[in-house]
Nanobody, 126 residues
Framework: QAVLVESGGGLVQAGGSLRLSCVAS???????????MSWFRQAPGKEREFVAA?????????SYAESVKGRFTVTRDNAENRAYLQMNSLKPEDAAIYFC???????????????WGQGTQVTVSS
């Protein structure tokens, strides 16, 4: 089994903050630290886009879309089989469904991810 479940989405005013979580469970993730974890988002009428990624192991390597760099921080807690996305200074254009994804390795491309959560809605009011 391989299950990813996002949480932490909601409604926030522009300039506010949210922290998203993604917990991994199932046989596949018994070796959770082997997986790179990423966040993607998709807004209505737009294609899915990369947001942030953290490498496997202790998560020392991170990557961010230019649109969120300096505002978002991706981390992981292997003891809890969990990845996080801290989102600060939120803008209306950040509104989307946010998905977490896992892959053996490290990538910014959604085509390289094997496992996906169902998504959590983030709404940013102006």
């Amino acid at each position: 089994q391989a299950v990813l479940v996002e949480s932490g989405g909601g409604l926030v005013q522009a300039g506010g903050s949210l922290r998203l979580s993604c917990v991994a469970s199932g046989r596949t993730f018994r070796t959770f630290s082997d997986f790179g974890m990423s966040w993607f988002r998709q807004a209505p009428g737009k294609e899915r886009e990369f947001v942030a990624a953290v490498s496997g192991g202790s998560g020392l390597i991170t990557s961010y879309a230019e649109s969120v760099k300096g505002r978002f921080t991706v981390t992981r807690d292997n003891a809890e089989n969990r990845a996080y996305l801290q989102m600060n200074s939120l803008k209306p254009e950040d509104a989307a469904i946010y998905f977490c994804a896992a892959t053996i390795g490290y990538s910014r491309s959604d085509r390289n991810y094997d496992y996906w959560g169902q998504g959590t809605q983030v709404t940013v009011s102006s």
